[in-house]
């Protein structure tokens, strides 16, 4: 069965209003983040994150998403590791879950065929 994602956005509150407003983004598992904020210190953090990829944007979190660089990780959160940057995110961010986003993955198109792919000449059909 595949895990509900959840996005956790942090966003620097003192930032000016002539700055763009920079947004970190992890995404979460939503019921093992829930546990963990509510105060399951015992739930390991690889549990709760998807996985420690922090994203970043400029334009909002439903911009396009990139990947901070080390100097920008350090400037806002006073380290580059992943582990120390997302338990920040995590604890300082908010929350924001997402319909639809799931963990399993889904074939693009049934109808085209098979995607088998058959490199001996004759393709699938025999001829």
């Given at each position: ?8 956005i ?33 739930i ?28 920008q ?17 995590l604890?300082k ?21 098979s995607?088998v ?11």
């Amino acid at each position: 069965m595949p895990h509900e994602l959840t996005k956790v956005i942090y966003k620097r509150k003192d930032a000016p209003l002539s700055e763009k407003a920079e947004e970190y983004i992890v995404f979460v598992n939503h019921e093992e983040y829930k546990k963990w904020s509510e105060g399951g210190t015992t739930i390991p953090l690889a549990d709760v994150v998807d996985s420690f990829q922090v994203y970043h944007s400029t334009q909002g979190n439903q911009g396009i998403l990139g990947k901070p660089s080390k100097q920008q990780l350090e400037n806002e959160f006073g380290s580059s590791k992943d582990v120390d940057v997302v338990e920040i995110i995590l604890k300082k961010g908010k929350d924001q879950p997402g319909e639809g986003i799931t963990t399993q993955t889904f074939g693009t198109n049934a109808t085209r065929g098979s995607a088998v792919i058959d490199n001996k000449g004759k393709g699938l059909s025999g001829f």
